[in-house]
């Protein structure tokens, strides 16, 4: 089946420690983001990808770090320098790179606690 | 700066009704506007996207409308059922935007109740 997957799905972390996020798609997307979900609030994008070894911030980029090394990856971290990194992060793609007319797809998310 | 406004944030109804959610942008220069639903912990599953040259697309029990120059959408669920509970977000691709990133709204949670 063709998709996004996101791991793991809940994650626990101490205040202080750097976390690792995981995003996968195999739906040959060029495009890859990151969106960060509180209560009461909209989507807010963190970082974006249009294509390998780019990538670029987004609205609330603060705290955060990105890589995009294959295709088919893009994992978030979230450093220690994040002041409120408790929230559900989500994951998406879609087709093309540049602005265009395309649909993104979403992964399931991951629930991040930091205590 | 684009802003999504959907109303209401928040809305019961009785099984078999016919409903309508409404999104409102404030700048119409957008390539799409996409409809999403949310349920509880998950991630966002894509129901429709409009082209900003089409005025409505259908899927099944539901039909997306829009008006460009107006800067409205409306997403009309017929003969609902509590299947069909979750939370609907819209979200505009701003034709002047870097790397396809959409804006969305704050959502509308809908229950049918049975």
């Known amino acids: 089946d063709g998709g996004i997957t996101q791991s793991p799905k809940y994650l626990f972390r101490k205040e202080g420690q750097n976390v690792t996020l995981s995003c996968e798609q195999n739906?040959?997307?060029?495009?890859m983001y990151w969106y960060r979900q509180d209560p009461g609030q909209g989507l807010r994008l963190i970082y974006y990808?249009?294509?390998?070894?780019?990538?670029q911030k987004g609205d609330i980029a603060e705290g955060y770090s990105v890589s995009r090394e294959k295709k088919e990856s893009f994992p978030l971290t979230v450093t220690s320098a994040q002041k409120n990194p408790t929230a559900f992060y989500l994951c998406?793609?879609?087709?093309?790179?540049?602005?265009?007319?395309?649909?993104?797809?979403f992964g399931p998310g991951t629930r991040l606690t930091v205590t | 700066k684009q802003e999504v406004t959907q109303i209401p944030a928040a809305l019961s109804v009785p099984e078999g009704e016919n409903l309508v959610l409404n999104c409102s942008f404030t700048?119409?220069?957008?390539?799409?506007l996409q409809w999403f639903r949310q349920d509880p912990g998950k991630g966002l599953t894509s129901l429709l996207l409009?082209?900003?040259?089409?005025r409505e697309q259908t899927s099944g029990r539901l039909n997306a409308s829009l008006d460009k120059s107006s800067g409205r959408s409306t997403l009309y669920i017929a003969a609902s059922q509590p299947g069909d509970s979750a939370t609907y977000l819209c979200?505009?691709?701003?034709?002047?935007?870097?790397?396809?990133?959409?804006?969305f709204g704050e959502g509308t949670q809908l229950t049918v109740n049975p």
């Open positions: 998406a793609s879609s087709p093309a790179g540049l602005a265009g007319s395309y649909e993104q797809y």
């Open positions: 739906l040959n997307h060029d495009a």
């Open positions: 990808s249009q294509i390998v070894n780019d990538f």
């Open positions: 700048d119409s220069a957008i390539y799409n």
């Open positions: 409009i082209q900003s040259s089409q």
């Open positions: 979200a505009v691709l701003p034709l002047k935007t870097s790397g396809s990133r959409l804006t």
